[in-house]
């Protein structure tokens, strides 16, 4: 079976995460998790960066940055992953589901507006598949409205907007994912990515406990103390020495992914002339980090049926998001929504293609052949 991802993991990272465990240094914060943050700085410019035990704390972390508390409403898509609602629903807060632009399957920056009310306090824009949201529009709404806006840049790492701002840098708080099926990978982690100094400095606090632990570790304080809500969202060094593994080997591990995207996308050509499908569009604005390659079918029955008739040729071949506001828990949510035309049409037509480093040439040509053939 050519499976839909896999880890590409070397000896570079193998021998980093031996190191970290030799140093006896196991929990979070040491030497390693440093470089990560330094290696960050160079290749995409990120500052003020936390790591985190998953994108999800990563999330959770934001909602309680944003102060978040009952009565107050987020705008977010509904064609998410459940991370990006649970985050701010557990912090006492209510979504309103804003559709997707069938292009990109992002949030439809033009529908914001209309959601905004008094009880509106973020926006939770989703970078799908690594292309950026359009966030000039939404910061411009952000800013108009007082709100904050909160980058889901789980898949994102890698991706630039206007090609100076990486994901996650471009609105108030943004959001990293290592899970092992993202292009960087620490098995389970995260990161958080917070622009404003005083609220940076909260986040610290939050992390470690809701302690001050890291001026304390810095020297800055002679002892530390409990000073805020907080948990434990520190990841372990040994995690962090992985990462570090995939940061050294970034360049190779993007090449790969994208030569694999723009070989899917350069094969489908034809096909999305003869309407058979429709490829991903990347706006002008946003370069992506070929983290998926998918494809719109023309209704849910050819997709179901592309899926099945794909692994009975071996290959795995995957849907991706069941929208939220359909789902049995956003059903018993109080969650106001406008309609969601687009979320419920494409999340049902939307095939993603096996689309990892190690993907071997001949596997990939095997993918596409049989694409083909069963459409
Ligand atoms: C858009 C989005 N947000 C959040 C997450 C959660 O990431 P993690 O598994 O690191 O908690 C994911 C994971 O797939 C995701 O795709």
Known sequence: MIPFNKPSITELEKTYMMQAIDSLKLCGDGAYTKKVYQIFGEKLGIDKMLLTTSCSHALDMSAILAGL??????IAPSYTFVSNINAFVLSGAMPVFCDVEKETMNIDASKIEELITPKTKAIYPVHYAGVICDMDKINAIAKKHNLLVIEDAAQAVGSFYKGKYAAGTIGDIGCYSFHETKNYAMGEGGAVVVKDKELFKKAEIIREKGTDRSQFIRGEVDKYTW??????????????????????????????????????????????????????????????????????????????????????????????????????????????????????????????????????????????????ECL
């Open 69 to 74: 508390k009952e009565g107050d409403v987020v």
């Open 227 to 372: 000073k805020d809500m907080g948990s434990s969202f520190l990841p372990s060094d040994v995690l962090a020495a992985m990462l570090y593994g995939q940061m050294e080997r970034f360049e190779e591990i993007m090449d790969k992914r994208m030569h694999i995207w723009n070989t899917y996308y350069d094969a489908f050509a034809e096909d999305e002339k003869a309407g058979k499908l429709t490829r991903p569009f990347i706006p002008d604005y946003s370069t992506h980090n070929a983290h998926m390659f998918y494809i719109i079918l023309p209704s849910k029955t050819v997709r179901d049926n592309l899926i099945t008739e794909l692994r009975k040729r071996e290959i795995q071949s995957v849907f991706h998001y069941i929208p939220l506001h359909s789902s049995p828990f956003g059903q018993q949510l109080d969650a106001k929504q406008q309609g969601l035309p687009v979320t419920e049409e494409y999340s049902e037509r939307l095939l993603r293609l096996p689309l990892f480093a190690d993907l071997q040439e001949n596997e990939l040509e095997y993918v596409i052949k049989n694409v083909k």
